[in-house]
């Protein structure tokens, strides 16, 4: 079992950058597939990027694509994501997940953080 913990969120203007973080503690991050998620209120769990084990691909929802960038230290035991150019639409509890298969679907992951709130003002 993997215990993950989000933090770096918080209060940012249009067209700005924060850099979420992702620390694993419990198993190495390397035997998992690496998500982030987010959801907003009233609205359902989103997929918003995917990395594989070792890093060597990456997948976005055509939303962020562009702007956010996933990365992973598995030396580290921590996840990351880069948020530039974000929109007041990014407003979202961000979570980070763990999955043993690939998926883009938030019914693939098996371990999730607490989430970490993101907000853009105008």
């Known amino acids: 079992q993997v215990q993950l913990v989000e933090s770096g969120g918080g209060l940012v203007q249009a067209g700005g950058s924060l850099r979420l973080s992702c620390a694993a503690s419990g198993r190495t991050i390397s035997s998992y597939v690496m998500g982030w998620f987010r959801q907003a209120p009233g609205k359902e769990r989103e997929f918003v990027a995917t990395?594989?084990?070792?890093?060597?691909?990456?997948y976005y929802a055509d939303s962020v694509k562009g702007r956010f960038t996933i990365s992973r230290d598995n030396a580290k035991n921590t996840v990351y994501l880069q948020m530039n150019s974000l929109k007041p639409e990014d407003t979202s509890v961000y979570y980070c997940a763990a999955a043993q298969q690939w998926s883009m679907r938030a019914q693939g992951y098996d371990f999730w953080g607490q989430g970490t709130q993101v907000t853009v003002s105008s």
């Open positions: 990395i594989t084990w070792s890093g060597g691909s990456t």
